[in-house]
């Protein structure tokens, strides 16, 4: 039995022959195999016996043949490049295909060869007293396979993130994010597999959002009542998407993985659900007219002369939104020309801007409009007549644009 040829295969390839001596295959008698079995306690002898590297069953009544795998080892590698380049075999994993999408790629069996399974494989054969023995039956298999539940679990989350949409409406109109946008924000972790989205192309994406809609510090036309149009200097008023909170929300929508149409995170004022953030209702301050006009769904409700900032304190043109509003009130500052600071009690008071401009009554102008501003002018407010601000707070409301031009 020991110069018995075997000839050793992988698929197509004849490696050559070796004899089952050189594997190191050795008959036994039974009576060894009782001899090391009384000398081990209990049950323990076969697990010892099969530990020591040489497997063996009884083949012929009264022989056991063994099999010295490290010696069957370096038989195997006398053949010319028998342990090189193996590859290992290969995981089923997720791949995009372009045209097609993400699909799973099967996994996909290699040349390496895995120990256990070749020793088994050599012992089966030298068992059976083959002369014959292919070993790609002893290749390594892959970890993950294509039928793997947690890679097609995978699979699914990601066709549904991918099939999905989100309609932004914004300001009248319609912005979808497709889902070939989506695809092209999706990344997958080579190391875990786990799907997630660019956040720096999506925040990138809200910023050309913005640039396309968002008012927050353009300058604006303006239909004024006695000057026809006007262009309106940036001020307060104006809103944008909020990109953080927005990308936050948009990330929640595509692990939901469901369409969606909403509006977006908004942030500012005059956001109407147009591109036009004064609309129809406003307040409009002319300097150059000293009038104050009220507009409530396009209708002129109230008009009164007014008076604006002395040259050196003049008010400040732009498009603002009243963000504060108290009666009474006190205005508290400093006045640049008494170089002094002051406190100065008023009924009411209307904030519209970042540096202290607003719209509040002044019973201490002798007279409004006219050239009133030019030797008694305010330090920036709006100063207008106790008789009317009681009607103008009134009208006016939390975020109400005032646009003040010259």
């Not at 050795?26 to 016996?49: H, P, R």
């Not at 006398?78 to 790629?105: H, K, L, P, T």
């Not at 097609?152 to 912005?175: H, K, N, P, V």
Request: net charge negative.
């Amino acid at each position: 039995m020991a110069e018995r040829p075997l000839n050793v295969l992988e698929g197509e390839r004849a490696w050559g022959t070796v004899t089952y001596q050189a594997l190191g295959v050795e008959v036994e008698a039974a009576e060894a195999l009782a001899d090391l079995k009384q000398a081990q306690e209990g049950s323990s002898w076969l697990t010892s016996f099969f530990g020591r590297s040489v497997l063996g069953v009884e083949a012929e009544a009264g022989e056991v043949v063994s099999l010295d795998f490290e010696q069957a080892k370096q038989a195997l590698g006398e053949f010319e490049g028998f342990w090189r380049e193996r590859v290992a075999s290969e995981d089923a994993e997720i791949v995009f295909v372009e045209g097609e999408g993400y699909q799973i790629q099967a996994d996909r069996l290699g040349t390496r060869l895995d120990e256990e399974r070749l020793q088994a494989q050599l012992l089966e054969v030298v068992e059976a007293g083959a002369s014959m023995v292919d070993l790609s039956a002893s290749y390594q298999t892959a970890e993950v396979t294509q039928a793997d539940e947690a890679l097609t679990e995978r699979l699914d989350q990601i066709q549904a993130a991918t099939s999905m949409s989100i309609t932004l409406q914004i300001a009248g109109y319609e912005e979808v994010i497709t889902p070939e946008m989506i695809l092209s924000w999706l990344i997958i972790d080579e190391v875990t597999g786990e799907l997630y989205f660019d956040e720096a192309l999506i925040y990138e994406y809200l910023g050309s959002l913005n640039e396309a809609y968002a008012t927050y510090d353009d300058y604006r036309y303006f239909e004024s009542t006695l000057q026809g149009g006007v262009q309106l200097v940036p001020g307060t008023l104006g809103w944008s998407i909020d990109r953080e909170s927005e990308l936050a929300w948009i990330l929640e929508d595509l692990y939901a993985g469901e369409s969606v149409v909403r509006e977006p995170m908004i942030v500012g004022s005059g956001y109407n659900g147009s591109l036009d953030d004064i609309g129809s209702s406003y307040i409009e301050v002319d300097i150059l007219n000293q009038t104050m006009f009220v507009y409530l769904e396009g209708e002129l409700v109230l008009s009164t002369p007014v008076v604006t900032g002395q040259i050196g304190t003049t008010t400040i043109p732009g498009a603002y939104s009243i963000w504060n509003m108290e009666t009474p009130s006190e205005l508290v500052g400093y006045n640049p020309r008494t170089e002094r600071d002051y406190v100065q009690p008023v009924q009411y008071w209307m904030g519209f801007d970042d540096t202290g401009q607003g719209i509040h009554d002044a019973n201490w102008q002798p007279y409004f409009g006219g050239d009133a501003y030019l030797t008694n002018g305010s330090l920036g407010c709006v100063n207008t007549p106790p008789d009317v601000m009681p009607l103008v707070f009134e009208y006016a409301y939390m975020g109400m644009p005032v646009v003040v031009f010259e």
